[in-house]
């Protein structure tokens, strides 16, 4: 028999395939929140302007917040011949309250309601993920704060390069994720436009109200062109970017976390909460969440790939194909949320390990750079020059097996005679990092200023 919904020109109905490649709603039922809230907004609107009676609007408004109800409780059958959330929906509205059921859809389609509960479920989602950003950064602040002092090695090539502090550190990644939250706001504010009204592609002749139902979803208007608003995907891209990119930032802290905890580095140490064991060696602890957050972003940065060639062939306006749109924004979401919750919960429960990071800060001549800048200050040698003395001091030292503070005043004089004494206060870790004033240094003043700054903005 043909489809119920659709089917009064055809004689058959499907095959059980294509049943099987069309039906969305094991996957889109996740917007069904979306869904009825779209229909309410349109069951008033046509209330409003006279296209259904006020009480089909209050039968239909009963009906959906019974199915909301059967929903919420599980008690609610999908089914797949059905296809999707927004016929599954229907039918049973249909099913309960009779025609005003069967006149909801009037001057709607699929096609703008479809892009009107993406829409909604992606803003939601912005909402509830820009929460953990914030919960993330708070949670790095507060570590800043408490080791706006604590030294470490600051690298370049993963090779030691000048000392940093711990604060510093992880006031980068605060920074980093204050722009993923201001990405997701841009796309938040660049898709707050409701296609909603835009019916099937051309628009529809009933006297519909776009902008009443732009307002009472929270939308700052109807979105202008009916084609664009039914064949547009961009702003499910740019979200996929935004969770993309904030995956990124998390799967750069989670390789450090990886590389800190070796105990070869043996900079921090995780919790017992977010580490593993393993199920031969004994004595393993395993940085699993933080190797996870690393993956899990191969996931995030397919999403996006995905959506970007889902739309990237298709003609103006709906196909199928945008059925294809969900299962990676969805995944995105979700993947993201996971990764988030556990990042903070690393960075909370961490345990920096400070004497070791100290001699750490100390190794591989990480204050040659104070030293030619000493020469510069005090002997007003070029820079360059400066560099070549320093170079030939570390080779020097290098040598003997011993750190640039290990030389004697006198094997200092033989490479460049002008040196003195003054020399040794500029070589310590701590003398290094307390002269980084400049702003947005590394210097601890600065790191406490700006970790204060970071949690009052965040509280
Ligand atoms: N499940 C469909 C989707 O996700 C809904 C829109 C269907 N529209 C249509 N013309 N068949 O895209």
Redo the contacts with the bound molecule.
Sequence with gaps: TANATWGGRFAEGPSAIMGAINA?IGF?RKMWRQDIRGSLAHAAMLAHVGVISADDEVAIRDGLAAIAAEIEAGRFEFSDAL??I?MNIEARLTERIGEAGKRLHTGRS??DQ?ALDVRLWVRDAIDGLSGQIRDVMRAMADRAAEHAGTVMPGFTHLQPAQPVTFGHHMLAYVEMLSRDLSRFADCRARMNESPLGAAALAGTGFPIDRHMTAKALGFDGPMRNSLDAVASRDFAAEFLFACAMCGTHLSRLAEEIVIWTNPYFGFVKLSDRFTTGSSIMPQKRNPDAAELVRGKTGRLHGALHGMLTVIKGLALT?F?D??ED?EGVFDAAETLTLCLAAMAGMVRDMQPEVGRLATAAGAGYSTATDLADWLVRSLKMPFRDAHHVTGALVAKAEGRNLDLAGLTIGEMQAVEPRITEDVFNVLSVAASVRSRTSFGGTAPDNVTRMAAEWQEKLA
Aim: net charge neutral.
């Design positions: 969305s889109d296809e999707d927004h699929r096609n479809v709906y199928k945008m059925q969900k």
